[in-house]
């Protein structure tokens, strides 16, 4: 018999020697059947690469058991962790997922939601794939369409929002060089223009706030996210008349360039000098030293977007406004200890 999309249930049914009853039942798992029974329905399925309709499906279950998943940026650094919980949360709860990319762009956006609405996807995820940022309301009606936002938020509509908590990142950070003993932490901060930048810096001083230490401006510097700022920025501190016996990165990419700074400046991390950096990025653990870091928890917040949209379809019963998913640090050698 032919193997492709037309095979039919009819099909299965004759093959296996059951009716055509038998095999829907199985495929739903309702019924009680022989394993005999169930194991021939099984092979015959394999054999003839039977693809159940999910549509004619859902008319009965008014779901399709499918999830829409748009980011704007699919080769973002931080998109697969976030889709692979997502994907995982899905698939535990017998969801598939639809990705789609708009690259950016609303029109493209627009398009992908229209595709999603058409499919009859039973929630949809608005996902950033590059940074945390406030965002309005969908491109279009969603209609009853459930939707979750991930790695970004809104405050136009009542709906589930998941971000880091950056500002509880900056604190981990900084607290844990507190630990050590340091009392002057230098902190290298990516653009303005992101939000993040702001959360961490907050989370910073915190962190000396709470521990009785003087925040001193000329301590703090801000540059881009790449380890030519962190270069750059690493020499303007360490000229300082009382430079930092530590330094707290915004991003691992910082830190990479600000040990290369410290080098040139004999200065040995972490016998000399700690440092820090933010994002666990996986080439962290392959510096030298391995680099101590703020693990963005993006894999976590992927599969807190997922139940929480599931949840939503199954139960109508979204929790709405922004959770903000814990950071956590992940101690390497940077720091002269394997200790939190």
């Given at each position: 018999m032919k193997r492709d999309s037309k095979v039919t249930i009819r099909d299965v049914?004759?093959?296996a020697g059951v009716?055509?009853?038998?095999?829907?039942?199985?495929?739903h798992e309702t019924g009680s059947f022989k394993d005999e029974t169930r194991q021939r329905v099984l092979d015959a399925i394999d054999k003839l690469n039977f693809q159940p309709n999910i549509i004619a499906r859902s008319l009965k279950t008014q779901r399709t058991l499918t999830l829409g998943l748009v980011t704007d940026d699919i080769e973002g650094v931080f998109t697969m962790s976030m889709m692979?919980?997502?994907?995982g949360a899905a698939r535990a709860n017998g969801?598939?997922?639809?990705?789609?990319?708009s690259f950016g762009d609303t029109g493209s956006e627009a398009n992908e939601l229209r595709s999603l609405l058409a499919?009859?996807?039973?929630?949809i995820i608005l996902m950033s794939g590059y940074r945390v940022r406030e965002r309005g309301a969908p491109l279009i009606p969603l209609e009853q369409t459930p939707v979750v936002y991930l790695y970004q938020y809104t405050l136009d509509m009542p709906v589930p929002c998941v971000i880091p908590d950056d500002e509880q990142g900056g604190w981990l950070g900084t607290q844990h060089l507190i630990n050590l003993g340091h009392t002057r932490i230098g902190f290298i901060n990516g653009p303005s223009h992101y939000e993040a930048t702001h959360q961490r810096l907050a989370g910073y001083r915190r962190a000396l706030e709470s521990s009785d230490l003087t925040f001193e401006p000329r301590l703090v510097v801000s540059g881009k996210w790449y380890e030519?700022?962190?270069y750059r920025l690493a020499h303007e501190l360490m000229t300082l008349s009382k430079p930092p016996t530590a330094i707290f990165c915004a991003s691992d990419s910082i830190a990479v360039g600000v040990l290369e700074a410290l080098r040139e400046h004999g200065l040995i991390v972490p016998h000399d000098i700690a440092l820090v950096g933010f994002d666990n990025r996986s080439f962290a653990a392959d510096k030298r030293p391995p680099l101590t870091t703020v693990a963005l928890p993006l894999c976590e917040m992927g599969t807190m977007a997922g139940e929480l949209l599931i949840?939503?379809?199954l139960n109508g019963t979204p929790s709405a406004g922004i959770q903000r998913v814990p950071c956590q640090l992940v101690v390497r050698e940077s720091c002269g200890t394997q200790q939190a």
């Open positions: 049914a004759q093959l009716s055509p009853g038998t095999v829907s039942k199985i495929i692979r919980g997502v994907h969801f598939d997922v639809f990705l789609c990319n499919k009859q996807v039973d929630g030519s700022s962190g949840e939503a379809v």
